[in-house]
């Protein structure tokens, strides 16, 4: 029954429109202080052509569990056995990512050239010691082969793609003679220069100020649009999932809690985190209102049971703190992680 | 911080003694005081706190060097001249021995050069005592006393050997600690006093006054410095006493070895200058030295004990190498650098190694400055944790 | 970036004028003055009484009568536009005669050490800090706290040492004996090559202990560096990665310090150099030093000086060239 409750299942490969398919990650890292699994059983998946949001609190796992996608985890960490990482490539065959060998060639040939990753920190993101178009003709000679003339048409092209105004001179620039803005948009083509099938954006707008954060967003829906690429959008905002996600994965310390269609999530959350998430929020029509936290702090080890359950308004005495809860169908293509909606099962 | 929410009492009551103990354990946390936490992180860095052990018994039996060694700097020993390190032992062909001895020694002909040498004579025994009488002394030049922490009833005992003139290494070597150390102490209470002065000065008013210091600096910054020191030692008048060398010496590193504190100071009070606190305390109507010094400095008193006890080795190993080369103190005072100096020669060593330990304390002094600072750095820093410091 | 070359040039010139009066300066902080040191040089043991007047004389004759900025300003001018450093007594020569060759040696002496130092202390550090806490690595910490620890002379010592004593091999001079007063030849210069090592090592050994610590921290800082990650991320092999991006930042601090570095071989020369007998300007000074020979003594740290100055501007306009945000920020 509960396997059953599962979005996938986990025998069979990958159905012909999914691109990637998480199941069971886990992911631990060696600390002085000894083990700890900050990624606790990952599972989502994402159809092509569509965008996924990975929502959550910093410290939730989000961004380790998209690394080690690509193999980019901090070398104390590892993918834990029993992880699968099931990823349709551009030939068309499905592969398991986490059996690739964490520095090999394989993997390499992934990065960059199917799945591209585009960072929070535009700045931080190019060494400024290169100019712009040194790290994109880098990428795009690495996984097209073409010459340095064609690349750097290549680049030339995608830097305007991306908007940026003269983009002629734009190549030959530093990053330090960039805004922040075009910096982002510049990774964005040395991203998408590769014409990668799946674009990781790892909190791409958080330090951009707001109007930025819109056209960046806008950028990336139209790019989206035109490449027809899948695209996996991390973030702890949920109003920016709102605006740019098909589906959403809620995360909460190493779990997904909520996977379902943004737009039904959106409306009717299942699980308290999810609205908790969504109540702190400002909106247009509750201006002047308060915001909702949610109480408490983000514990420092795992809980027991249910690890939402000692920020939990609504956690049922004795059993929260117990027992793990199972996924929760709410329909085939949306579950959430909750006792609450067990016992509402049973009971009607 | 799991149970704050307090929104499932059932669960606050089942702490377990553990838990408990984890919670007060971070009340204390939160509640200590900036130096408990600076000792608390300090005292996990081992190094750290073995240089620290290190430098405290250098420093101890250097203060009290009267006690601790079994003779004075000039006493000679005629039956034992250029002799080798005698090491105390328990046992020997004749058997074990509670208390420790050394052998006697006689005198032969070394084949070699023909001269006579003292040679260790394994039939005869000399144990050695402890708190015994010797040569009288003034403790810290007042209290009198005559009571070494070791030695032997007829002969000489020589831990370290005896050097050319019959005079015992070890004993030497820890009067060398204290003049070595404290050239080195006074250097750094100058260098930090100028610091003090010209670093805040530069620091606070910022601008032109900063900006005609950092030049001065730059200046002096960018002459070697050994030759720098060297030329200006070379100045002392050669019928100064020792003394007047001695002080000369200690305010020549104090006068060179500003800058780079200064620095530092300037650094930190440039960063702290534009702080809300500083606006307040000007609001108040504090004046600027009020301000620097009750206000601003004690925002990095942590950082500023870390940048004195850094500079503590350049002031020791600029002396070594003054008065290794003779420009700096001169016999009959003794410090590291002096008794190095007998060690210049290629055939000295060759025939008296031991001469060359000394050597062993300026390093051993050094490499403790050196950790103790680093412990004491990751311990000021409280973001050292997340940098993971080099030895950390 | 000719400009930034011409504003760095005019704060050479500066910096050598304020170290030339230092300079002076200390030439001139010796008790009793030149004149009686010469007349004292000169005539004792001779027998000739030496009288007031005599010494009078001789001040004249130098030009010690004139106030110090006179004799300042004869002493500079003579360097600057005669290239004269003046009278060098203890040796009854110019100073320009005792110096000669060594000015020469000293600079071989100089480079070797430095192409030692970089050798050794760039490519360790950036291995130790890609394989941390690898045993490489904790060795490299030994290393460096020893070697800011251990004075190069000491080192010179039990190397002389070592060498005495094992193998019966005198590593000091900067020739063997059949060229010592040979002129220059092929021989020669590979003779002087090959005694230059050791004292090259030497005097490397905590110019290299302090880049080790250097370059592997800054090495640390690159690799955790996002646009490594993000290059990390475009599928660059790891080998060209860190070549391109964190190692190529690592090299800037060593360049950046190049000036530090001669420095402080300058500041350790003159010891290691009399430990080992090499007949270069440090053991020179510390002659003059001894003899109170102040003419050659100053024209030495002159030298010496100046050339830091010199290595400090070569090290800006490198790190310019390197690194195009130092461009932008000096314009």
């Known amino acids: ?348 | 911080m799991a149970t704050l929410n307090g929104t499932n009492p059932p669960e606050e009551e089942k702490l377990s003694r553990k838990e408990r103990r984890e919670q007060k354990k971070k009340l204390r946390y939160y509640t200590a005081s900036q130096w408990q936490l600076v000792w608390w992180r300090f005292r996990r860095h081992k190094a750290a706190m073995a240089g620290a052990v290190v430098l405290l018994t250098i420093a101890i039996t250097g203060i009290f060097a009267e006690f601790f060694a079994p003779y004075s700097t000039t006493e000679r020993d005629p039956n034992y001249v250029q002799g080798a390190p005698q090491i105390p032992m328990f046992w020997d062909q004749n058997g074990f021995s509670l208390q420790p001895f050394i052998h006697g020694t006689r005198t032969e002909r070394d084949p070699r050069t023909l001269r006579q040498v003292a040679v260790p004579d394994p039939d005869t025994r000399i144990y050695i005592e402890f708190f015994v009488e010797g040569e009288d002394y003034r403790l810290l030049g007042l209290i009198p006393g005559n009571i070494h922490l070791f030695g032997v009833a007829e002969a000489q005992v020589h831990l370290f050997g005896t050097d050319d003139l019959g005079r015992d290494v070890f004993s030497r070597t820890l009067y060398a600690s204290r003049t070595s150390l404290s050239i080195g102490f006074l250097g750094v209470l100058i260098a930090f006093m100028m610091a003090l002065v010209i670093g805040g000065i530069a620091g606070y008013a910022g601008g032109t006054v900063d900006y005609g210091i950092q030049r001065v600096t730059e200046v002096i910054r960018v002459i070697p410095i050994i030759p720098l020191y060297m030329g200006l030692a070379a100045a002392f008048p050669s019928d100064w006493t020792n003394t007047q060398v001695y002080f000369a010496m200690s305010t020549l590193f104090g006068l060179i070895g500003w800058p780079t504190l200064a620095r530092r100071i300037r650094g930190h009070l440039l960063t702290q200058r534009h702080e809300d606190y500083v606006l307040a305390a000007q609001l108040a109507g504090a004046k600027p030295r009020r301000i620097i010094a009750k206000h601003m400095l004690p925002s990095f008193t942590s950082y500023i004990i870390v940048d004195l006890v850094i500079s503590f080795p350049y002031m020791i190993l600029s002396e070594t190498a003054l008065s290794f080369i003779g420009l700096g103190l001169r016999p009959p005072s003794v410090s590291w650098g002096v008794m190095l100096q007998d060690a210049q020669n290629i055939r000295t060593i060759e025939q008296m190694p031991w001469l060359f330990l000394p050597a062993a304390f300026v390093v051993i002094a050094v490499l403790a400055f050196t950790v103790l600072g680093d412990g004491l750095r990751d311990a000021a820093d409280p973001y050292s944790v997340s940098k993971g410091g080099s030895n950390g | 970036m000719l400009m930034l070359a011409a504003r760095r040039l005019i704060g050479v010139i500066v910096t050598l004028f304020l170290v030339s009066i230092m300079v002076f300066a200390i030439m001139e902080l010796p008790p009793g003055d030149y004149a009686e040191r010469y007349a004292f040089r000169k005539f004792s043991g001779t027998g000739v009484q030496v009288t007031e007047s005599d010494i009078e004389s001789i001040r004249i004759d130098f030009g010690l009568d004139q106030p110090f900025y006179d004799r300042y300003l004869n002493w500079i001018g003579g360097i600057v536009f005669e290239f004269d450093f003046g009278e060098a007594f203890a040796y009854e020569t110019s100073v320009n005669n005792v110096i000669g060759d060594r000015a020469f040696l000293t600079l071989a002496l100089l480079f070797v050490t430095l192409i030692a130092t970089y050798l050794l202390a760039i490519p360790i550090a950036i291995y130790a800090a890609v394989r941390r806490h690898s045993i490489a690595d904790y060795s490299l910490t030994v290393v460096s706290y020893l070697g800011l620890a251990l004075p190069n002379f000491m080192l010179a010592l039990i190397l002389l040492y070592i060498g005495v004593t094992m193998f019966d091999l005198d590593i000091g001079g900067l020739f063997s004996e059949e060229y010592e007063d040979a002129p220059w030849s092929l021989g020669k210069v590979w003779d002087l090559l090959s005694h230059l090592i050791v004292p090259a090592l030497v005097l490397a050994w905590s110019a290299t202990a302090l880049q080790l610590q250097t370059v592997r921290s800054t090495m640390l800082d690159e690799l955790n560096k996002l646009s490594v990650m993000a290059a990390r991320a475009r599928g660059l092999p790891e080998w060209k990665l860190l070549l391109k991006y964190p190692a190529r930042l690592a090299i800037n601090p060593v360049v950046s310090t190049m000036g530090f570095d001669v420095n402080r071989i300058f500041s350790e020369l003159p010891i290691v150099a009399l430990v080992l007998g090499l007949p270069e300007l440090g053991q020179l000074l510390i002659q003059s030093y001894l003899d109170l020979d102040m003419y050659v003594a100053g024209a030495i740290l002159l030298m010496l000086t100046g050339f830091i100055v010199l290595m400090n501007f070569v090290s800006d306009i490198l790190l310019a060239l390197l690194d195009p945000r130092v461009r932008a920020r000096m314009g």
């Open chain 1, 1 to 348: 029954m509960v396997e059953a409750a599962r979005p996938l299942d986990a025998s069979d490969g990958l159905t012909d429109d999914t691109l990637l398919s998480v199941r069971q990650l886990k992911i631990a890292i060696n600390t002085d202080e000894g083990r700890i699994v900050p990624v606790n059983g990952v599972d989502f998946s994402l159809k092509q052509g569509h965008t996924l949001g990975l929502v959550g609190e910093s410290g939730s796992g989000k961004s380790l569990s998209t690394k080690a996608l690509v193999h980019l985890l901090p070398n104390t960490a590892s993918i834990l056995d029993g992880s699968q990482l099931l990823f349709r490539t551009k030939a068309g065959s499905a592969v398991d990512l986490a059996q690739y060998a964490p520095r090999g060639k394989q993997i390499r040939h992934i990065r960059g050239g199917e799945i591209a990753m585009i960072f929070q920190e535009p700045m931080a993101s190019f060494s400024p010691v290169y100019t712009i178009g040194n790290q994109i003709i880098e990428a795009i000679r690495l996984h097209r082969g073409l010459d340095k003339k064609e690349a750097r048409n290549l680049a030339i092209d995608m830097l305007s793609k991306v908007g940026l105004s003269n983009p002629t001179l734009r190549i030959d620039q530093y990053p330090h003679e960039l805004s922040g803005g075009m910096r982002q948009r510049a990774m964005i083509a040395i991203a998408l220069s590769t014409n990668p099938s799946l674009l990781i954006a790892d909190e791409p707008t958080t330090a951009l100020d707001v109007t930025t954060q819109a056209q960046i967003l806008n950028l990336i829906r139209s790019l989206q649009d035109e490449l027809g690429m899948s695209v996996l959008f991390i973030t702890h905002d949920m109003g920016v999932i709102a605006q740019v996600a098909d589906d959403v994965a809620v995360m909460y310390m190493g779990e997904v809690v909520e996977y379902g269609p943004t737009r039904q999530v959106v409306r009717q959350p299942q699980h308290p985190y999810t609205r908790g998430l969504l109540a702190a929020i400002p909106s247009i029509d509750h201006v002047g209102g308060r915001l909702t936290p949610i109480g408490g702090d983000l514990p420092t080890t795992r809980p027991d049971g249910c690890p939402f359950h000692t920020r939990c308004a609504e956690a049922i005495p004795g059993r929260c703190a117990r027992e793990a809860p199972q996924t929760v169908p709410v329909d085939p293509t949306w579950w959430a992680r909750c006792h609450l909606l067990e016992q509402r099962e049973t009971a009607s």
